[in-house]
Every structure is written in structure tokens, then in C-alpha cells.
């Protein structure tokens, strides 16, 4: 294939993404994070500092501080936004017609791989535009310099663009990775790299933060500034009191640097072409096995279909009562569908652990054990019939507000039934704010989960939302604990449980009124 037709192809792929409604919100969030990235000087946020200094705002920080941010979100939020290309080729017959053409796997694997790439490093080009414009509000330096600007997001953004590009391909691309546990895996895999890539020695320069830290050292050491126990920190902190702030003009890259950055992106490259090795390129042959021939060499006679008989509509044996009880229990059943016996197994163990387990353990590990297992089924929510193409169908049912409770009534099952046991033993301890923790937090999960599913239509919207918020929680981080698993004194240290609540009534509402607003447009 071509390098022209390999581009084209390509290009082709990021305009057909380019003209849904999400890559603008896509784009409309790479804008907010620009404006995060460079906080207001009067402010107690910051988003990267060293010790208890930050830079002054001019091209270089300004700069650098919002390429950073924007590597560690595309690298976290932008897989999320290119995942399920080949899953979309495959779901719209596309992947059909390439089938029958003469595009051979690496080459659609490479087209795919620039699409990526173009997505992702559209989104860095609007963090790229954002920074000087936020440069000039904060107004401690009116003189842009495009160079110093510019500099960090082409060594530092736009290979880690690359790997991400990469990573969302390959798990497209593998079959136990291609569904919700892959989405589960690569915020692991995220945090591994954003918390291990900034050391010193991180495979190919990590995210590339270690040649940045050693030029303001550098500088901060020429201007005679007391480094002692200063250490530096990458992400939005809200800090005790304002910074001191220092002159950083930029570093200079040294050819080790310029290295490893060009080594990473070859890497990405070539991740992105290893499914090429098992990846059927939507062939059927590739799918099974072929008929196997008779003994004289001939194929196997295949039976020949046989016509369906009309005998009338069918009947329906009405019962009187209780259609809502086996609406819910229709819909938890179609929620539970396919969950594997080892995954009951798991569920049934930590239920034991939540038993057995002393107190104080309960709230701080078992707890969040049991609600972050069903993440994958909670995930369904809202989404199921849009992914199954059933949305039509279900749009003649009579009481469309009675099937969306009884959906998020199942929700709320599932999400009781995984952390019983630590209920039971809040109630045995009269523990009653933890019992109403848990209980906001019961109401809370499907609510998010339903709401999530119903405005995106996709199961990675939650999955990439929720796992975050599930690991802020549970290591111990009390503004975003939702289910009263950080304890002071021990007692529930996160938001209150009727604002919890009342949170989870509004996103109910929000999903109730998106059903009726989608009504009324059909």
C-alpha cells in the first residue's frame, strides 16, 4: 500500500470521527484543561510546582506546565475518545468491504494508527492554542515567545500521543482486550506510567518530565534559591499558601533527550502494527474452520433451509398484576447475563471477607473491593439497547419511564448485593453514618452509571469515569468519597450522605429527562 493511499485512508477515518457531536466536546475539554493548567496567580491550585516555587507565567512555564497536563489527560482521557474504531468497522459492515479489497492488515492497522494520531494531536493543538491565550490573562508576562511555547508540546505531548494512539489500537485490536476490562486495565496501566515515567529512569524518558525538572534546578541553583527537600509535583494540588515564584526560560533538549523521544515514538509504531500478526482483518475464513471434505474429495452437503410457516400471530398468556415486578426481574437478569461463575466466585469471597474481616478493615478495603467488581456489569446501564440496535423496538414499549426505573432499580440490586455484608456489619455495630454512607452511595453508583450510559450510548464513559473516582476513594482521598470508606475518628470523613443523595437524584432526572427529550424529537 502506498504512502499516499495509506494517508488518504487515514485521513478519510479522521473526518468521518471529526463530524460527531463528541470530538467537539472533545476539543471543548482540551480547551478547559487549558485553562486549568495555568491557574490564576491569586488562587491556592497549581498544577506543577517544585517545592515551594512555581515558575512565572511566561512562554516557557506557560507553555510546559499546560503540554504536561495535556500529555497525562490524552494519555488517560484520549484513549477513552479513539477507543473502538475496528469494533465500529466491524459493526457498520465497513469492515466487510475492506475485507474484499486488497488492503492487506498492516496497512489498515497504520491507517487506523494515523487517525489516532490526527484525533489525539487535534486536541494538542487546541492545548497548544490555550496556552499563550491563557499566558496573557494571567498577566505576568505579555511577551510570547513561540519557540519556548511551542518546544514542549512537540517533545513532550505529542510522543505520548503516540503511545496512546498505539495502546487504544492494540487493545482494539486483541480480543480479551477489546471490551470493558481493557477500558478497567488502562487506568492500572495510566498510573503506572504517570507515576513511574517521571523518574529519572523511566524507559525511554518516561513522559518526559525528568529533563524539565533538571533545567529548573538548574536555574532555580544559578539564581542561588534553597533547593533543600524541594521536591516537585505534577498535577492540580490546592496548596496551604501562595508560591514563591521564579524566571524559567525553557531548557534546551540534549541529543539523549531528542533520543528517547523519537525512540518512543517508534515503539508506538510498532505496537501499533504487532495485531497485524493475528488480527483477521474482518475475513471470514480467518473466523473458523472451513468445511471439511467428504472421503471422495467433495464437500459436505449443506441442508437446505427450510421455509417458515405462517400459523398466525403469536399468543401471549396475559397475567393478571405484577408487570413491573417481572419487568425488573427481566431487566436483572438481561444486566447479569453472561457474568461467568469465577466472577460469582468473587463476589461470593469478598461477601466471606466482609463477614469475617475485623471493622475496621470493612470501610477501607472491603467495601471498595465490593464496589468496584461490578464495574464492567454496571456499565450496561443505558447502553444496551443502543449497542444492540434494539432502541427502536423499545421505543413502542407503553411506559418507557417504568422500563428506565426498572433498569436502574436492577442497577441498584447489583450494587446492594455487592457490598451486603459490609452493611450488615455497619448495622450490627450501629454504625448509622456509615450505614447512611453506604446507603447515598448505593443510590449514587447506578445513578451515575445509567446516566452515563444514557447520554453517551457507550459503555466506556463510566468505566473511564467511575474507575478513577473508585481509586481517589480508595486510597483515601475524602472530597470524592462517595461511600464512606475514609473514616475521622471513625466516622464517615467524605461529602455528606443527603448530598450524595441528592446527587443521585439529580443525575436520575437528568436520565429521565434525556428519554423524554429524545421522545419528543422521534
Known amino acids: 500500500m502506498t504512502a499516499g ?9 479522521f473526518r468521518e ?51 504536561l497536563a495535556g500529555a497525562l489527560w490524552l494519555t488517560l482521557g484520549g484513549f477513552y475518545v479513539v477507543r473502538g474504531t475496528i469494533t465500529r468497522d466491524e459493526a457498520t459492515g465497513v469492515g466487510r468491504l475492506l475485507a474484499a479489497t486488497p488492503l492487506r492488515g498492516p496497512g489498515y492497522l497504520a491507517a487506523k494508527f ?16 490555550t496556552a499563550p491565550v491563557m499566558q496573557l490573562a494571567r498577566g505576568e508576562s505579555d511577551t510570547i515567545e513561540p519557540g519556548p511555547l511551542l518546544l514542549p508540546f512537540a ?17 482494539d485490536a486483541t480480543p480479551p482486550l477489546r471490551k470493558g476490562l481493557g477500558n478497567v486495565i488502562w487506568f492500572f496501566v495510566w498510573l503506572a506510567v504517570a507515576l513511574g515515567g517521571q523518574g529519572p529512569g523511566a524507559p525511554l524518558g518516561g513522559i518526559g518530565v ?18 533543600s527537600g524541594q521536591e516537585f509535583s505534577l498535577g492540580l494540588t490546592y496548596i496551604d499558601r501562595p508560591l514563591r515564584t521564579f524566571v524559567w526560560d525553557g531548557f534546551t533538549p540534549s541529543v539523549d533527550f531528542l533520543a528517547t523521544r523519537l525512540a518512543l515514538i517508534l515503539a508506538a509504531a510498532v505496537a501499533a502494527l504487532l495485531p497485524a500478526l493475528w488480527f483477521g482483518r474482518f475475513d471470514p475464513a480467518r473466523g473458523g474452520a472451513p468445511p471439511q471434505p467428504r472421503p471422495g474429495g467433495t464437500p459436505a452437503p449443506v441442508a437446505a433451509a427450510t421455509a417458515p410457516v405462517f400459523t ?45 474481616a475485623p471493622l475496621s478493615a470493612v470501610p477501607r478495603i472491603v467495601l471498595p473491593a465490593a464496589w468496584i467488581w461490578p464495574v464492567l456489569i454496571w456499565s450496561r446501564l443505558g447502553t444496551q439497547r443502543h449497542e444492540y440496535g434494539v432502541e427502536s423496538l423499545l421505543g413502542a414499549y407503553p411506559a418507557p419511564r417504568r ?55 457507550s459503555h466506556r464513559l463510566f468505566q473511564a469515569g467511575y474507575v478513577p473516582l473508585w481509586y481517589a476513594t480508595a486510597n483515601g482521598l475524602p472530597l470524592l468519597d462517595f461511600m464512606g470508606a475514609v473514616r475521622t475518628g471513625g466516622h464517615p470523613a467524605g461529602p455528606p450522605a443527603p448530598a450524595v443523595a441528592a446527587l443521585s437524584a439529580l443525575l436520575l432526572g437528568a436520565v429521565f429527562a434525556a428519554g423524554a427529550a429524545r421522545r419528543g424529537k422521534g
Open 155 to 171: 517533545l513532550i505531548a505529542l510522543p505520548l500521543v503516540a503511545v496512546t494512539a498505539a495502546a487504544a489500537l492494540l487493545f
Open 312 to 356: 398466525g400471530p403469536p399468543r401471549t398468556v396475559v397475567r393478571p398484576g405484577g408487570a413491573f415486578g417481572r419487568l425488573l426481574v427481566g431487566e436483572l437478569r438481561i444486566l447479569l447475563r453472561g457474568a461467568p461463575r469465577w466472577w460469582w466466585a468473587v463476589a461470593a469471597a469478598i461477601t466471606v471477607a466482609g463477614l469475617v
Open 210 to 227: 525528568h529533563g524539565v525538572v533538571a533545567s529548573m534546578r538548574a536555574d532555580m541553583t544559578a539564581r542561588h534559591l534553597d533547593l
Open 17 to 67: 470521527r471529526a463530524r460527531r457531536p463528541a470530538y467537539v466536546l472533545t476539543l471543548a475539554a482540551a480547551v478547559g484543561l487549558g485553562y486549568l493548567a495555568v491557574p490564576d496567580p491569586g488562587t491556592r491550585w497549581v498544577i506543577m510546582q517544585l517545592g515551594d516555587y512555581r515558575g512565572r507565567y511566561n512562554s516557557a512555564y506557560t507553555g510546559t506546565a499546560t503540554a
Open 114 to 129: 494515523l487517525s489516532n494520531v490526527m484525533v489525539l494531536g487535534s486536541m494538542a493543538g487546541v492545548l497548544a492554542l
Open 403 to 457: 422500563r428506565t426505573l426498572a433498569e436502574w432499580l436492577s442497577g441498584l440490586a447489583v450494587t446492594a448485593l455487592a457490598a451486603l455484608a459490609p452493611l450488615v456489619r455497619f448495622i450490627a455495630a450501629a454504625d448509622w453514618a456509615g450505614v447512611g454512607a453506604w446507603a447515598s452511595g448505593a443510590l449514587f453508583v447506578p445513578s451515575l452509571a445509567l446516566a452515563l450510559g444514557t447520554l453517551s450510548r
Open 5 to 13: 493511499r495509506l494517508g488518504r485512508l487515514a485521513l478519510a477515518d
